[in-house]
């Protein structure tokens, strides 16, 4: 009984968690994206530095959704609450 | 999950079972890398094609982009950062290949790697910086802000071993996982679009690496002066 609750919330807090932090990190590297394409057209020649600074900030961006990602992994694969 | 022609390794009764198909594929990656730069440097062209003109054109980009962030003491560094480019790169690559596992796919290979870039970052920083001088450059431009500074750059320079090694370990884990599960469920041609994507997937994490430790040691190492908060 205990065991049915730990594993169900579990889940539901892996998907919650998940599902949420997937939200953040596609709207931040779709703006991102966006505004980097924009100063783009506006001066094709800045092309390197403007790719840097998108790759750089798109890293950082993605690393917090992982962060989230590695916490739902760990209470779906590796829970530490069930027995 | 994990199904591979790696065999047990059973060396000097240390590895337990689990971890020994792992060390054996980090020295199947340290064996690619060190034999591929073997017979590279045994025969050197100056119209270099094939193997050797990926190494040098890995050597430039990665030289060029450390002189914008190391300044002048780059090209000490490069070989350090190559290299682990490198490994990366053959260790990502080695988990698309059927019967083997990718080294960086288990915690403690990304965990290695992060863990010695940062306490390089560490002695180069309070080589070039002095420990009082490190602790200035965590204390920002204004001196009366330090109390509330200095423990928020703490905290982020802690993270940064962290960040480094999940951001490895997902990608080459959750990655293997994803065409796994999809392989089940989805018609073989998203299985293959998905493997395009994981094949994408390993060389950016190896250049991200990379350009993460570049920048960690242009921090450390460029004058404090030019450093802007």
């Known amino acids: 009984m205990d065991n049915h609750w ?54 950082f961006m993605e690393t917090v959704v992982l962060y989230a990602l590695f916490i ?3 209470l779906v694969f590796a829970n530490p609450f069930t027995k | 999950m994990h199904w591979s022609l790696l065999p047990d390794v059973h060396l000097f009764g240390v590895f337990s079972h689990g971890e020994s198909r792992i060390i054996l594929a980090t020295w199947i990656a340290i064996g690619i890398v060190v034999g ?19 190494v040098e054109y890995v050597h430039e980009e990665l030289s060029e982009l450390g ?8 090209a000490t560094y490069i070989p ?16 698309l290949v059927p019967g083997l596992v990718a080294p960086t796919s ?11 870039v940062f306490l390089s970052f560490l002695v180069l920083a309070i080589a070039h910086q002095g420990v009082v001088g490190f ?17 928020i750059e703490i905290i982020s320079l802690v993270a940064r071993p962290f960040s480094l090694t999940l951001r490895l370990f997902i990608n080459m884990t959750a990655g293997h996982m994803l065409v796994t599960v999809l392989f089940s469920l989805l018609p073989i041609s998203a299985v293959i679009w998905m493997g395009f994507e994981a094949a994408i997937t390993c ?9 993460l430790t570049m920048i960690y040691f242009g921090e450390s190492v460029t004058h404090p002066e030019k450093q802007h908060s």
């Open chain 1, 6 to 59: 730990i594993m169900a919330l579990s889940a539901l807090g892996a998907a919650l968690g998940i599902g949420l932090g997937a939200i953040g990190s596609g709207v931040g590297i779709g703006i991102a994206t966006g505004k980097a394409v924009e100063g783009l057209a506006r001066q094709p020649e800045a092309e390197g530095k403007i790719r840097g600074m998108l790759i750089l900030g798109i890293i």
């Open chain 1, 72 to 74: 739902s992994i760990v």
């Open chain 2, 36 to 54: 591929t730069f073997w017979l590279v440097l045994r025969k050197m062209s100056d119209s270099p094609s094939g193997v050797q003109s990926f």
């Open chain 2, 67 to 74: 002189g914008g962030l190391m300044g002048p003491s780059t």
């Open chain 2, 80 to 95: 350090f950062v190559a290299s682990i480019f490198f490994f990366v790169f053959v260790s990502n690559y080695m988990g």
């Open chain 2, 106 to 116: 288990n915690l403690n290979t990304p965990l290695a790697l992060a863990l010695i």
């Open chain 2, 135 to 151: 602790i200035k450059h965590l204390a920002g431009p204004i001196p009366a802000l330090a109390p509330v500074m200095i423990p």
């Open chain 2, 203 to 211: 060389w950016i994490q190896a250049f991200v690496f990379a350009l």
